[in-house]
């Protein structure tokens, strides 16, 4: 797979617009301390109060400045995404090749888990175990991370599989390559853009499951989140508070899942040959 | 055979997790198991009672018999919020989330491929493109928010579907007016859940098609002179279903745990609202029996997939 992800990237729309917005978030994020004019879990002002220029969003139902927390909110979902797709791409990296390249009985053993693991439906394990361990943002990355590497692991191992067979890899064998020597040089390298399509959607599931999780109730209510904004608000919502209250967060999360899902559409039809074409949609 | 040892080992996972986490957790087990509703109802004979039905003093190994013993008997434990044993409030819950989640999942599948085929057909005209970006757009809206939306438009500010619930409480409906009031309350919460899955069989049945019209069948189709839209329904669009279904039979077993989300903003009282008032009452048996009933209906749909595979595609026959 030799193409230029650059180009390919450039030529879609979907992804131009994905990465403008992502890097938007993400300089919103980084810099969130120094943008937000109040902290966002102190109380400012009275409950309730309207949009005005001193609380440009209002404030909530107990005296928070909304626009802070809506800044704040895009560093738990960006941090949460990446840090968890981070890490179950790794996970699942290490897993899929060494299943490939070891093979035998330690390749069937962890195939075997790996299919009993995407059978099991990962929402209710995580919400059973965030009931039981109420984690916070740390534990939160972690439980979702060791739940979201078994899907790619098995695509991973499928592609190290064929990598395997091919001309330079077993040359490599024959000037006495090893295993280790072989999957950093030889295979991980070819692997980059399946990685790549894991790591995206990886992003986009994790921060996905954090706002679902929020919402629900069971994260760490110190944790400032766009899913909690719009668990909280939903309560009020009979007065008409969710007009900057609810929808902001809510529009906020989907802008990002879907720049996020616009950069994995133009990566998913640079990748397969029988997508590409022409007209490049 | 693979795919039953496989189901067995996931089911078996299930079964470790809701045994030890409850068990693994510091302070009272009992306490951990049974939630704070338990502890107000709680005499000593009680809780002698049920230290001795879980094999609480006894080591680790003999407790997971004791579980196991219990579940083989339909005894997947009791809850002291519902005041009744967990598997027939799970299982009461139960046909309202198979009702929601079968008529989205019908509906998305439907439209996505209609839309799917026409879109892929037309691949890079102005009326694809849009199509592809709306759904795009759309598909990234977490189906909570969604269904928030369409609550406030069409439940507050229009008011023309109820807010909540499955059914009008105590009208008395039956026959005609009684399925009326559940399709009236079935709309907004299927409209959020078909929208939420529309997008992914929409994008696959585009892709597949993409792919489907490079085969020299459909020059051959065009030469015999077919019409337009036989060839693109009859001789692509057919050949294109294959993955889609096979996607949707996967959702299948998503289905029990695919609505928790918009349930719970419609109160709409499947498994997935059933979750949030165990968790808001700290009800653990009852999060462990929807974990339960969850995974066995995933095994159950994915054997039905694979039962059914064969049928849908010859090659697989021919293969074995």
Known sequence: ???????????????????????????????????????????????????????????????????????????????????VAVLATILSAIIGTSAALIGGLYDKIVMRIVDALIVIPAIIVIILVAAYLKPNLLVLILLLALLGWQGGARTIR???????????ISAARSFGASNLYITFRHILPDLVPILLMGFIYGIRRAIFMEAGLAFLGVADPMTVSWGMMIHEALDFSYLNVWRWWLIPPGVALSLTIISVTGIGHALEGALDPRLRSEANA | MRNVVTYIIAFLLILALNFLLPRMLPGDPLMAIYGNEALIAMTPELEAHLVERFALDQPLWQQFGAYLAALVQGDAGYSYYYNSPVLSVVLGRL?????LVGTALILSTLLGIVLGIESGWRRGTRRDKS????????????????????????????????????????????????????????????TALTLGY???????????????????????ARAKGLHDRKIRYRHAGRNALLPVITRTGIQLG???????????????????????????????????????????????????????????????????
């Open chain 2, 131 to 190: 199509l592809l970006a709306g759904l795009m757009a759309v598909s990234g809206f977490p189906d909570f928010f969604l269904g928030i939306l369409l609550l406030i438009g069409f439940g507050m500010t229009l008011g023309i579907f109820p807010l909540s619930g499955a059914i009008t409480p105590y009208s008395g409906l039956s026959g005609a007016p009684l399925v009326l009031d559940v399709l009236h309350h079935l709309f907004l919460p299927a």
């Open chain 2, 95 to 99: 046909p309202w989330t198979l009702l």
């Open chain 1, 1 to 83: 797979m030799h193409i230029n992800l650059k180009q390919e990237v450039r030529r879609s729309d979907f992804a131009v617009f994905g990465i403008i917005t992502l890097v938007l978030l993400l300089i919103l994020a980084v810099f969130g301390p120094l943008l937000t004019p109040y902290e966002p879990l102190k109380q400012t002002s009275f409950p309730f109060e309207l949009p005005s220029f001193t609380h440009w969003l209002g404030t909530n139902h107990v005296g928070q400045d909304i626009l802070s927390q809506l800044i704040y909110g895009a560093r738990t979902s960006l941090l949460v995404g990446f840090s």
């Open chain 1, 158 to 168: 499928a592609q190290a599989l064929s990598l395997k067979e091919m001309g330079h």
């Open chain 2, 198 to 220: 529309l997008g992914a069989s929409y994008l696959l049945t585009r892709n597949t098609m993409i792919t489907v019209l490079k085969n020299p069948y459909m020059l051959v």
């Open chain 2, 254 to 320: 998503r289905m029990v745990t695919g609505a928790i989300f918009v349930e719970i903003v419609f109160a709409y009282p499947g498994l997935g609202y059933l979750t949030y008032e165990a968790l808001l009452a700290r009800d653990y048996p009852i999060l462990q029996g929807v974990l339960l009933i969850a995974a066995v209906s995933v095994l159950i749909a994915n054997f039905l997939v694979d039962l059914s595979y064969p049928r849908l595609d010859p090659r697989i026959r021919y293969a074995h």
